[in-house]
């Protein structure tokens, strides 16, 4: 079992910058690969970053790149989602996922591939 929580969501201006982190505590001897999702109000939960790993391969969904950035530190159990630019339609709940994972050059963007899930972490962004 892995046990994930989110911290660092929170109130921003439109253009200001946000870093969200994820820390894994349990059976993190293993390796995982890790996921962003966020669920704006009255919409589905949906892909935004993953990192495999190794930290070898990364995805984000088009409305992201170039503003946000996955990474992670595997001494710290941690992985970070520097967001940057932020814009009013980035507002959501932001969920960090693990899955695990036997190579290290894959990531995964769906949710079906996730096996544990953090809490969420609020993130607003006013206009």
């Known amino acids: 079992q892995v046990q994930l929580v989110e911290s660092g969501g929170g109130l921003v201006q439109a253009g200001g910058s946000l870093r969200l982190s994820c820390s894994a505590s349990g059976r993190t001897s293993s390796n995982y690969a890790m996921g962003w999702f966020r669920q704006a109000p009255g919409k589905e939960r949906e892909f935004v970053a993953a990192?495999?790993?190794?930290?070898?391969?990364?995805y984000y969904t088009d409305s992201v790149k170039g503003r946000f950035t996955i990474s992670r530190d595997n001494a710290k159990n941690t992985v970070y989602l520097q967001m940057n630019n932020l814009k009013p339609e980035d507002t959501a709940v932001y969920y960090c996922?693990?899955?695990?994972?036997?190579?290290?050059?894959?990531?995964?963007?769906?949710?079906?591939?996730?096996?544990?899930w953090g809490q969420g972490t609020q993130v607003t962004v006013s206009s």
């Open positions: 996922a693990a899955k695990l994972s036997f190579d290290g050059s894959y990531a995964y963007t769906r949710e079906d591939d996730y096996e544990y």
């Open positions: 990192i495999s790993w190794s930290g070898y391969r990364k």
